[in-house]
């Protein structure tokens, strides 16, 4: 059976720093795309961040310089750092293994 298992959302203050962890099994993790998505109270669901399987990455632009997506295939595990929160970036944080399945989202506050 495929899962990946998030963790490490929470509360923190803007200008905090909360790093999200998602944990595959079952899965070949390492031959897939993993993503980052977000969703916000009333907004339609969004892409944050993407790691390639070869590990290139892509931000979208209001993270860029403040959120780093990482991999470590030996862990099946995907990373998101996430430094210099603001406001805005409040949402459930959900990984996404391109393909296969989704997380079950963690949630991220951010308070001003």
């Known amino acids: 059976q495929v899962r990946l298992v998030e963790s490490g959302g929470g509360w923190v203050q803007a200008g905090g720093s909360l790093r999200l962890s998602c944990a595959a099994s079952?899965?070949?993790?390492?031959?897939?795309?993993m993503d980052w998505y977000r969703q916000a109270p009333g907004k339609k669901r969004e892409l944050v961040a993407r790691i390639t399987s070869s590990g290139s990455e892509n931000y979208a632009d209001s993270v860029k310089g403040r959120f780093t997506i990482s991999r470590d295939n030996a862990k099946n595990t995907a990373y998101l750092q996430m430094n210099s929160l603001k406001p805005e970036d409040t949402a459930v944080y959900y990984c996404?293994?391109?393909?296969?399945?989704w997380g079950q989202g963690t949630t991220v506050t951010v308070s001003s």
């Open positions: 996404y293994l391109r393909g296969v399945l």
């Open positions: 079952g899965t070949i993790f390492s031959i897939n795309d």
